[in-house]
């Protein structure tokens, strides 16, 4: 098998030295002669670089290490580009999530106007990455999971339209193996799937195991009382309390379809005034995560370094990010595996927009994804997925025409924005707050 080779970009990020430990399990999968990082902040992946050379040094000495923050050096020479960057980083999300707290409206990260704010901020991010990677590397292909991943995957289809990207999201993935635990089986891959959506915005309609025997009823009855929590171990990405009550609190966004079982994040458009009332506007999860699992990780890695050495480490090997290997492993060896990407839909849900980034199963190969194709979709999920995907669309023109306007009607749009003067005045607050990352506005 070929070796590859791999950057990182973000290497910073709190997930690199999970998932680097997940790359170095996966091996005899996919072989890897090169691993760079890249980030745009020396100081902060200095931290995880120099702890992720000695894991791998006493891993896989035979692997070459490079960290770099000049983009020539990290996209030269690569196979593919695994991308995790967060424009603005924690303190921004703090931001996206507290300024519409202000407003009784939701603040989260992907998901109303703290996503559009943040989806102002990565479209250019992750188009000079794509840049990047077309220059130095063009055969090269990019891993996509920067957030907000809708307005992410909209942009790159509209301004770089031939760039040999994926975007792809890790919470269905969580979310079949909070099933699989609720089903008593092994693996998420014993279930074959038909779901359809926008990004953090959809919904199950068919769960099988291989023998084809319909899992949805045993899963609906599960789900209709609690949700998808499970008593679960508590290791893994999704664990806090506030996860704990995001997977509670499915069970009231099932009960408006009980035909499909929902994504998490629907929460935030069906119930979006719970969500305010929950929420601690001076404690949201950006200070969370600081306090958690940024506090976590990088004190591992310091102590990696300062002991030259991993031993009595706690960093956890992000096993569900192995997603990231299978959707290499499926390009790289045109595997055809069966996996959830965000596409265009092309026809793929026969009444809705062919130009819409939506989420469904595809198979991948050599060439990229295959979508598969869903039918007709109801009206209930109909009419909310028009409008969100307006918002999204809405953003990207606005990034790219400069246009307050378009914002503003984003802003609008959202179902989690009461109405066109908070709209008005959230922007504000928003376009003074993240002046260092948006484009000017006119
Ligand atoms: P983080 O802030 O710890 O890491 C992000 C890194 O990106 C930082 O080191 C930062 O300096 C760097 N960065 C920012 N802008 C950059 C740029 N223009 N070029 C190069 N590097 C840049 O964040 P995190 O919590 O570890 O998350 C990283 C990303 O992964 C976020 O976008 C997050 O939303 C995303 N994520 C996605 C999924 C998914 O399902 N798609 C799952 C988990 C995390
Ligand atoms: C899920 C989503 C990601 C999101 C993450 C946030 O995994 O799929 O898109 O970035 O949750 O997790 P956090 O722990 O940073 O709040
Ligand atoms: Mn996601």
Request: net charge negative.
């Amino acid at each position: 098998m070929k070796k590859h080779s791999i950057v990182i970009a973000g290497g910073g990020s709190t997930f690199t030295p999970g998932i680097v430990l997940m790359l170095l399990e996966n091996l005899d999968r996919l072989p890897i002669r090169q691993i760079k990082f890249y980030d745009n902040d020396k100081e902060r992946q200095d931290i995880v670089a120099d702890a992720c050379e000695i894991i791998m040094k006493e891993k896989a000495p035979e692997i070459q290490f490079l960290k770099t923050t000049d983009p020539k050096e990290a996209f030269t020479d690569v196979d593919f580009v695994m991308a995790h960057i967060r424009v603005g980083k924690y303190k921004m999300r703090e931001m996206d999530e507290k300024i519409p707290l202000k407003y009784d409206v939701v603040g989260q990260e992907t998901c109303g106007p703290g996503g559009i704010s943040y989806g102002m901020r990565s479209i250019g991010g992750v188009i000079e990455l794509v840049d990047y990677m077309e220059k130095y590397s063009p055969d090269a292909w990019m891993l996509n999971y920067s957030n907000p991943a809708a307005i992410v995957a909209e942009a790159t289809r509209k301004l770089r339209p031939q760039a040999k990207i994926l975007n792809i999201c890790d919470m269905p993935i969580a979310i079949e193996n909070l099933m699989v635990k609720i089903l008593g089986l092994k693996s998420r891959k014993d279930l074959t799937v038909r779901y359809y959506g926008l990004n953090h915005f959809g919904w199950w309609t068919s769960i099988m195991d291989k023998e084809g025997h319909d899992l949805m009823p045993k899963l609906k009855a599960h789900v209709k009382d609690n949700g998808y929590a499970v008593d679960f171990d508590e290791s893994g990405q999704h664990v806090d309390e506030s996860w704990k009550h995001t997977f509670e609190k499915v069970k009231d966004v099932y009960a408006l379809d009980p035909d499909t079982l929902p994504n998490t994040y629907l929460k935030y458009y069906m119930y979006p005034q719970d969500e305010v009332a929950k929420a601690n506007p001076e404690y949201t999860r950006a200070n969370e995560v600081m306090d958690g699992r940024e506090k976590h990780v990088f004190g591992e890695c310091k102590k990696i370094t300062a002991n030259q050495s991993t031993e009595g480490s706690t960093l956890e090997i992000d096993e569900h990010a192995s997603y990231i290997v299978d959707l290499a492993r499926a390009i790289a060896y045109n595997t055809g595996e069966r996996m959830l990407l965000i596409v265009e839909n092309k026809g793929a849900i026969a009444n809705f927009d062919d130009t819409a980034m939506v989420e469904i199963p595809c198979i991948v190969g050599a060439n990229g994804p295959e979508p598969i194709t869903q039918g007709e979709i109801p009206r209930f999920q109909k009419g909310l997925m028009e409008q969100q995907v307006a918002v999204e669309k809405l953003v990207v023109e606005a990034w790219e025409e400069r246009s307050r306007q378009k914002l503003w009607q984003a802003l609008t749009l959202s179902r989690t924005v009461p109405n066109g003067r908070v709209a008005k005045e959230l922007m504000e607050e928003l376009i003074e707050a993240n002046n260092m990352f948006w484009p000017e506005l006119n």
